[in-house]
């Protein structure tokens, strides 16, 4: 307590002696533990909250929800308060004028507002804070808006309330002016151009000594020379934020940006886990091996599964000699897709894992290991606690020859299994056979299948059959099912596993994809629709469609993640409807629609009938503007919704969510549409299409105003971001990693006997 009281002390004494001219922030606590902050003359008292135990425990709820809230837990020694100068509202427009023309203003994606008469905080990116009655500039968000050129530090030093610069996706030059020192939040991720000179010391320097979770850590690569900041990689803490500085988005040559990281030699951060027997494990357990994986792996995850078959036998053959490993899973409510704990433990058992295993929660983890996602991820520890092997820099399946090195000796065990029986390759299974119009053949093949599944009704019909049945669970292809005539193809793949080292078949080659068809439909492959399954139970990739732009109907659908409802954004949406993707390219939410893909989509919808779901013009100028009236469709919620086509700025699709948004609901109308012509065209040469015909068949089958309820509002300019935010929040894997997400579509000309 006698330091806690000296602590108080000093600090009521810093805030006695605060300049007359200078505004704080006071601090109270509440009893539900969060801050109230209210800015008042320097005058007031700062209040603070002791704990029974002496500590002073501080719960931050920084900047609010506009500026991404960051939350935490602060013990002593720190308290943290704002301090604002007084600035006139002139001196600070005609600093953002300054910045404004230095940064080549007139050419910037989004100048709303900028060098106008209107109040500041409407101009965009500029965000302001009332202190004393009077508005102040604290943050700069002007993310991927075409700024070029040098910071204007004359600019930035007449903005003294300044707190926070981002500048992500941007071409900024020359020198760091050495008055941005003030800032505690400062972007420059992705940056198109050099920077000179190193990141300013203060104040993140001393935040690392404070800040409890290093996601709150913020610090960006900035140059194509980019290096760690001296301080930093001398700071005792490093340990802690090492891997935020090496998940930085970067201009930089992969290769050697992975070799600066493989020859640091880093301390284990400091951890205390607790196993599912009990055990408690720390770094102090480090000494006691002579070397500790740390293992983050899932059990749902088919990357996992093959380097668990890989370390079970290491550590079975290596543990008397010293290797530990330690497994730390997320199961359910800390990850998606997840099982529970007790598939988890069964999967240990069948597996013959015989290392301790933790169940991840908030307060079972890691910190420093969290920011950099992705199953699996090792990390390899010495007796020193230096990390001598880790994942980020070097593929996880590494870790067999790197542990043969560490202990001289060959490791013996399991192998893949390798196919040595394909006289099935090639053999078909008709699935199903159409008994309305002429019959459109779409066939199904698998990638990562191996001789053992391929007897009759043995695994890989079973599963062209599931894949079979996840296209038609969605409408309007359930009540269209009756047109389509399904094929399987038995393709044998030497090797199951999708890892650097295996072997497969089709390898994503449209041209053998094609050849195995041509065993269904005949020597007319290049009408084919075709579809390939990979034996995975999650993605191995981003899925994605080849569609070929003769309009013969030919396309392969290459689907990653096995078989779910990508399965339907991919072959229903792309290939046989050609749907637009309405999602927004992570990294892309302001990037505005360029104009070589507005003179895409103008001919696509004029001479192809294609990407019938999104559009670059708003409401009545677009390609679904007859839903915005009909009343048929009132409960669908149809109108401009801004954040289509991979851009978040300056396209927009039909509804909030979609089959080909986040692949988790319905088609919208427009899209149903768009494959209700396209099926009826294609199994009937003789009809004639009708919208009415459509809307008739529609509302009977798709009973849309039920399934629209709660897609979001109609309105002709809503704004992508916040419900990205909400969805990143509700499903983590729609955004991170990319995997999770579809790519686009690639286009072809011709056939693919004109592209071999």
Not at 39 to 68: M, W
Not at 361 to 387: C, M, Q, W
Not at 410 to 419: E, M, P
Request: glycine share 6%.
């Amino acid at each position: 307590m006698k330091r806690l009281y000296s602590l108080l002390v000093i600090l009521f004494t810093c805030v006695s002696v605060c300049m007359a001219q200078v505004e704080r922030q006071m601090v109270e606590f509440g009893e539900n533990g969060y801050f109230h902050g209210t800015v008042l003359p320097s005058a007031s008292e700062l209040k603070v909250k002791v704990s029974s135990d002496g500590k002073i425990n501080i719960r931050l709820q920084y900047k609010g929800a506009e500026y991404g809230a960051t939350e935490g837990t602060y013990d002593s020694p720190l308290i943290i308060f704002e301090t604002y100068n007084a600035i006139s509202e002139t001196e600070e427009r005609d600093a953002l004028v300054e910045i404004y023309q230095a940064l080549d203003g007139d050419n910037w994606v989004d100048k709303t507002n900028w060098c106008s008469d209107k109040p500041v905080s409407e101009w965009h990116g500029v965000y302001t804070r009332q202190v004393n009655g009077k508005n102040t500039v604290t943050d700069l968000m002007l993310y991927s808006n075409n700024l070029k050129g040098e910071l204007p530090a004359t600019a930035f030093e007449k903005l003294k309330n300044l707190s926070g610069l981002f500048l992500d996706g941007n071409a900024i030059s020359g020198k760091i002016p050495t008055c941005l020192n003030k800032l505690t939040s400062f972007s420059l991720e992705r940056n198109e151009a050099d920077l000179e000179g190193p990141l300013p010391e203060h104040p993140w320097s001393d935040l690392m000594n404070y800040i409890s979770n290093p996601q709150q850590f913020l610090i960006s690569k900035y140059s194509d020379n980019w290096q760690v900041p001296e301080w930093a990689e001398k700071h005792e803490r490093f340990r802690d934020y090492w891997l935020r500085f090496a998940a930085a988005p970067r201009n930089y040559p992969e290769q050697a940006y992975f070799d600066y990281w493989a020859s640091k030699k880093i301390p284990m951060a400091d951890f205390k886990l607790v196993d599912f027997n009990g055990g408690i494990h720390s770094n102090e357990d480090l000494a006691k091996s002579k070397l500790t994986i740390i293992l983050e792996w899932e059990a749902w995850c088919p990357f996992s599964q093959a380097l668990i078959k890989k370390l079970v036998p290491a550590y079975n053959q290596l543990h008397s000699k010293g290797l530990d490993i330690l497994g730390i899973s997320s199961l359910c409510g800390m990850a998606t897709p997840c099982v529970d704990e007790e598939t988890h433990l069964k999967y240990i058992e069948k597996a013959g894992i015989l290392w301790e295993n933790c169940s991840e929660t908030h307060e079972n983890k890691i910190d420093a290991f969290r920011l950099y996602g992705g199953s699996p991820t090792l990390y390899a520890i010495d007796s020193n606690g230096v990390i001598v092997f880790q994942s980020f820099t070097r593929d996880y399946m590494e870790i067999i020859p790197f542990l043969e090195n560490y202990f001289g000796e060959k490791i013996t065990g399991q192998a893949y299994y390798t196919s040595s029986d394909y006289s099935k390759d090639g053999e078909v299974v008709t699935l199903q056979e159409a008994t309305e119009g002429t019959g459109i053949d779409l066939v199904f093949m698998g990638e990562g299948f191996v001789d053992k599944a391929m007897g009759a009704g043995g695994a890989y019909e079973q599963k062209m059959n599931e894949a079979m049945e996840q296209f038609f669970k969605v409408e309007p292809y359930k009540s269209l099912r009756n047109r389509f005539t399904v094929k399987a193809v038995k393709v044998v793949s030497p090797n199951a596993e999708f890892l650097s080292d295996a072997k497969h078949t089709i390898n994503q080659s449209d041209e053998i994809a094609f050849k195995y068809a041509q065993n269904a439909v005949g020597t007319d492959a290049d009408k084919a629709m075709v579809v390939v399954v990979y034996n995975v139970e999650a993605s191995v990739g981003r899925s994605y469609t080849t569609l070929y732009y003769d309009d013969k109907g030919s396309f392969v659908a290459y689907c990653m993640d096995g078989v779910s409802t990508v399965l339907n954004h991919e072959v229903g949406g792309h290939g046989i409807a050609h749907l637009a993707d309405e999602y927004v390219e992570p990294g892309n939410e302001s990037l505005s629609l360029a104009t070589e893909r507005k003179n895409e989509l103008d001919e696509a919808h004029s001479s192809k009938g294609w990407y019938m779901n999104v559009d670059y013009n708003l409401g009545s100028q677009s390609v679904w503007k007859d839903y915005l009236t009909d009343s048929r469709y009132t409960s669908e919620n149809i109108g401009s919704y801004e954040g289509a086509f991979l851009y978040g700025k300056g396209c927009y699709r039909p509804t909030e969510n979609s089959m080909m948004r986040y692949n988790d609901t319905p088609f919208n109308a427009p899209s149903r549409e768009a494959i209700y012509k396209r099926v009826m065209t294609l199994s009937d040469p003789s009809y004639k299409y009708s919208h009415e015909d459509f809307v008739e068949f529609d509302l009977a089958t798709s009973k849309s105003a039920s399934q629209a309820k709660g897609q979001g509002r109609e309105t002709e300019s809503l704004g992508n971001i916040n419900y990205m935010v909400k969805a990143s929040i509700e499903n983590p894997n729609r955004f991170s990693p990319k995997r999770f997400l579809p790519k686009s579509p690639v286009l072809k000309k011709g056939s693919w006997k004109d592209n071999q």
